[in-house]
């Protein structure tokens, strides 16, 4: 009996231990958010594409983004948001943003539709230099559009606008810190 209550005790300590040590971690762990919809859920259609020869039936709003925790020597962040599994499994480049400033812990809803001067704009795959909104085939199954933030030891200005998002990973090779990621799901009904 004397052992079990100490194997409980033991436990519990081991227990509260890993708690805190976990707790803190995420205190400090880089992270990126949206009040638009949660990580892994489903985006209201004013998010979506809009028009176009797929006939889109959003609105092209970007969502709202936040972010907290930048690792130690950060000096810009690159959104970058694709649809993996787009256009047949060849992927969909949605936003290349990149040049956004340290100071910066996020972007109010809609920033992304239009230029900018809060980010420096590549190019999706229209090749335009602003959010595309989601636009998946007709009834396929929710599409998982992952926002992926970087964090850089680039000033904001060291990169040209325009670049497309694989000319923006090979200029940011050698300076990405971290990255941190969340997901929206779309799926079109008509």
């Known amino acids: 009996m004397k052992n079990s209550k100490k194997a409980s005790a033991l436990l519990v300590s081991v227990g509260l231990f890993a708690a805190v040590t976990a707790s803190a971690a995420n205190a400090e762990t880089f992270t990126v958010t949206s009040s638009s919809f949660p990580d892994n859920g489903l985006m209201d259609s004013k998010y979506a594409g809009k028009g176009g020869p797929r006939n889109c039936d959003g609105e092209n709003i970007s969502p709202q983004l936040s972010w907290s925790n930048p690792p130690e020597g950060t000096k810009s962040y690159a ?3 694709t649809d993996a599994v787009g256009q047949h499994g060849l992927g969909v480049d949605h936003w290349t943003a990149y040049g956004i400033p340290v100071s910066t812990t996020s972007m109010p809803e ?9 980010f420096v704009g590549g190019l999706n795959i229209t090749k335009k230099d602003i959010y595309l909104g989601p636009c998946p085939d007709v009834g396929d199954a929710p599409h998982h559009y992952e926002f992926m933030l970087v964090a850089l030891s680039l000033e904001p200005d060291a990169l040209e606008a325009g670049l497309t998002r694989l000319e923006l990973f090979e200029a940011m090779k050698d300076h990405s810190i971290a990255a941190t990621s969340f997901v929206g799901r779309y799926a079109r009904n008509k």
């Not at 809609?110 to 809060?118: F, I």
């Open 110 to 118: 809609g920033e992304g539709s239009a230029p900018s001067s809060a």
């Open 79 to 81: 959104i970058v948001v």
